[in-house]
């Protein structure tokens, strides 16, 4: 009798800040890679105290220390994915950029966070420009939302046409596609926008809009589903389609729950928990 081999899991990490409420960050995260089937593990860039009304401190962790925890899982227990998250600093995004390229690391998921829900800064200024030069071009899928991408581009986004627009001016930093979110527009429609840059090809994934105030997270959460899929070897575009199932399932399960005075999270686990 041969011994059976061992199964596998599908594993995916997620560098980015805590959320001391559960909504967001990391625990959003970890939620979602469990819900979708896979192994998540864990690198913390900040501590943040908040709750579902806003966030009221945010304690960085040193850059060396977040490479250090990198290195502790890459150098034993491997990835098949990547999502990132909440960077805060220069400093960090540097310290996350040169652990990435040393083990060459592949199926890279850039959330560029840069504002809480509650409308709290969770980036400093001066980090943008850093964002552009070392992570967006190892990116494969990089997820901002119209007002990430403004900041970016440093132009006003107004509509679906300047949205569009946006998406194809993004690619000019790199990375493989760019999805951009257009839950902010004046109109409430949740449709997305995703560019495949070297097919020079617009998906387009429309998604009804779901009235609620428990929305805290949904970034982080789509973020992590798009990662969770890619590790599962799902084609980017395939990737993106199976996540904006799964945030707007999580949406609709969540609106019926009343959870902190503010935004509530979505509800990760609709399909398990009864």
């Known amino acids: ?22 909504g967001a960050g990391i625990q959003a995260d970890l939620k979602t890679f469990s819900a979708i089937g896979c192994y998540g593990m864990s690198v913390i860039t900040a501590l943040t105290a908040q709750n579902t009304i806003g966030v009221t401190s945010i304690h960085a962790v040193p850059g060396v220390f977040v490479q250090q925890q990198m290195e502790a899982v890459f150098s034993d ?22 652990q990435l390229k040393k083990h060459g690391i592949g199926n890279i998921v850039l959330d560029p966070v840069m504002v809480a829900q509650s409308g709290d800064k969770l980036l400093h ?65 949740s449709t997305d926008w995703l560019y495949l840059v070297g097919e020079d090809r617009l998906v387009v994934f429309e998604g009804d ?27 980017i575009e395939a990737a993106v389609r199976a996540a904006k199932a799964y945030i707007g399932e999580a949406i609709r399960a969540g609106a019926g729950y009343k959870l902190g005075a503010g935004h509530g999270p979505v509800h990760h686990f609709f399909n398990s928990w009864r």
Request: contains cysteine; glycine residues 8%; negative net charge.
């Open 209 to 235: 809009f779901i009235q609620t105030r428990n929305n805290h997270g949904t970034g982080c959460t789509l973020s992590s589903a798009i990662a969770a899929h890619l590790a599962d070897g799902l084609t």
């Open 77 to 98: 227990i491997g990835t098949d994915a990547v999502k990132i998250g909440m960077l805060f600093s220069v400093e960090l995004i540097e310290a996350v950029a040169t």
């Open 125 to 189: 200024d001066d980090a943008v420009e850093a964002i552009k030069t070392h992570l967006i071009p190892m990116a494969d899928v990089v997820t901002p939302n119209l007002p990430e991408a403004a900041v970016l581009l440093n132009r006003k986004i107004r509509n679906a046409e300047d949205l569009i627009a946006a998406a194809r001016d993004l690619a000019q930093f790199g990375g493989k596609s760019i999805l951009i979110k257009g839950g902010h527009l004046e109109n409430h429609q």
């Open 1 to 22: 009798m041969t011994e059976q081999e061992p199964k596998t899991y599908r594993r995916v990490l997620t560098i980015a800040g805590s959320d001391s409420g559960g």
